[in-house]
């Protein structure tokens, strides 16, 4: 099939790679020239495993260009996977959206064309990008359309740092139509994902366990619901175990031992209950305050998805509060984080802890140090008042250092030659904020081990 996608960021990119490797036709249309021209090398713009390999392998069915006229007219499928983040009230900034949706409704032509918002959007956009690409299209063609379009939800449920296995082995794929054509054109596109029946990368093989993948078909305003609930469960149940974790920590129990005992329970499951400084990255914060603004159009409140979004901001508070518990005064001391994007395997850096953390020490007077073994190039163009505090090596973060805190959990920290370092520190306190080191190892080479919970 022909595929078009606008906008080539982590959702957008993964899309037309993914669909490109298994055997579609797929244009990508970025208004940045530059990130098109390093695709068109071969370059991906953003940090994610694999996306390098399977462009390469994916590049002869793959165009990238600034055009949409070299991708919309004659597309099955148009994607829109432009970014919609909030605006100061919580509501998505849609302006991205409306200028790809006029875009599109410009150039569309040549048969029937499903537009899918992939964008992560309001309830009811469906309708509104409905209405645009009909307003746009009207003003270029008249009033008795060339070719026939409709307007689909299909929201992603991708991880960055895995977003290409989480594309070619879904839990679901989730598709919102009210017109059945629509949801016939998706099915074909995604059959071969469906049925597994594509040959798997070398480089990510197919897991054993994998069977037929499941579809969702519903109205558009379900789907685009499915995906806030589903983003704002997931917050939720990191936050829980957060605010559990504050318990444990008061009464003296491991709340890791809680996680892995309440996670057994097949009703909870394991994921996403892990203790640490809360999460970050483009989606939770976002869909949270969507969901809450959208409830509140209808005067409707949701205390347990806005007690979630406090939880996960007391949680870097708490590094302050633990590293003043156990040093007393912060004002001179050299502080280290281990770790600036909000988690491993990516280098974005939206909504990251570390970057809250880094600047609340900073409020307190300590000498921060500054470092993560991918985000660093981004984080100098994105934070450049920080940038200075950025450091090469973890020598320079140790060096003299009164405590590290480790942010992110990188496997590079995990394995770290901890024993090599403790001598460099002034006072060798280790702060881990996601619970992934082994506290009687380091206590064993002479470090002070802590915790945000205390215990």
């Known amino acids: 099939m022909r595929v078009c996608v606008a906008g080539t960021g982590y959702v957008g990119l993964t899309t037309g790679v993914s669909l490109a490797y298994l055997g579609h036709d797929v244009v990508c249309v970025d208004h940045d020239p530059d990130k098109v021209e390093s695709l068109r090398s071969g370059r991906p713009p953003i940090y994610e495993p694999h996306m390098d390999a399977l462009l390469?392998?994916?590049?002869?069915?793959?165009?990238?260009?600034?055009?949409?006229?070299?991708?919309?007219?004659?597309?099955?499928?148009?994607?829109?996977?432009?970014?919609?983040?909030?605006?100061?009230?919580?509501?998505?900034?849609?302006?991205?959206?409306?200028?790809?949706?006029?875009?599109?409704?410009?150039?569309?032509?040549?048969?029937?064309?499903?537009?899918?918002?992939?964008?992560?959007?309001?309830?009811?956009?469906?309708?509104?990008?409905?209405?645009?690409?009909?307003?746009?299209?009207?003003?270029?063609?008249?009033?008795?359309?060339?070719?026939?379009?409709?307007?689909?939800?299909?929201?992603?449920?991708?991880?960055?740092?895995?977003?290409?296995?989480?594309?070619?082995?879904?839990?679901?794929?989730?598709?919102?139509?009210?017109?059945?054509?629509?949801?016939?054109?998706?099915?074909?596109?995604?059959?071969?994902?469906?049925?597994?029946?594509?040959?798997?990368?070398?480089?990510l093989p197919r897991p054993a366990e994998l069977g037929a993948v499941p579809m969702v078909s519903t109205d558009l305003a379900s789907a685009e619901l499915i995906k806030y609930a589903a983003n704002a469960f997931l917050a939720t149940k990191i936050s829980f175990i957060n605010e559990i974790g504050v318990v444990a920590g008061k009464v003296g129990a491991d709340v890791m031992q809680v996680a892995r005992g309440i996670g057994l329970d097949a009703r909870i499951g394991p994921r996403f209950l892990e203790p640490g400084v809360g999460w970050g990255g483009s989606c939770f914060g976002k869909d949270t305050a969507a969901l809450i603004t959208t409830a509140g159009d209808y005067h409707h409140e949701m205390p347990i998805v806005s007690a979630a979004r406090t939880v996960n901001q007391q949680q870097r508070r708490a590094v302050v509060d633990r590293l003043l518990q156990e040093l007393r005064i912060l004002k001179g001391r050299r502080i280290g984080l281990l770790g600036l994007a909000f988690k491993p395997d990516t280098d974005d850096l939206r909504d990251a802890p570390a970057v809250d953390v880094a600047r609340q020490l900073i409020a307190h007077g300590a000498r921060v140090s500054l470092h993560d073994p991918v985000a660093g190039e981004r984080f100098r163009r994105e934070q450049p008042d920080l940038a200075p505090r950025l450091c090469d090596t973890l020598d320079e973060v140790f060096d003299d250092s009164d405590a590290v805190v480790l942010v992110t959990k990188w496997s590079q920290y995990l394995d770290l030659d901890w024993e090599k370092y403790v001598g460099l520190m002034r006072e060798p306190v280790v702060l881990d904020g996601r619970h992934a080191l082994d506290r009687g190892r380091l206590e064993r080479m002479g470090y002070r081990y802590l915790s945000i919970t205390g215990a």
């Open 56 to 203: 390469a392998e994916a590049s002869e069915r793959l165009t990238f260009t600034t055009d949409y006229a070299e991708g919309v007219p004659g597309a099955d499928v148009v994607f829109i996977a432009v970014q919609t983040p909030s605006l100061p009230d919580g509501n998505p900034d849609l302006r991205y959206l409306r200028s790809a949706a006029d875009s599109v409704g410009r150039c569309v032509a040549g048969g029937f064309t499903v537009v899918v918002n992939k964008s992560t959007v309001p309830i009811g956009s469906g309708n509104w990008v409905d209405a645009i690409l009909r307003e746009a299209f009207e003003s270029q063609h008249g009033r008795r359309p060339a070719g026939e379009f409709s307007v689909a939800s299909n929201p992603e449920f991708l991880r960055e740092g895995q977003a290409i296995f989480d594309t070619l082995y879904p839990d679901r794929i989730v598709i919102g139509s009210d017109n059945p054509r629509s949801l016939d054109v998706l099915n074909r596109l995604y059959r071969v994902i469906l049925n597994q029946t594509f040959t798997p990368p070398t480089f």
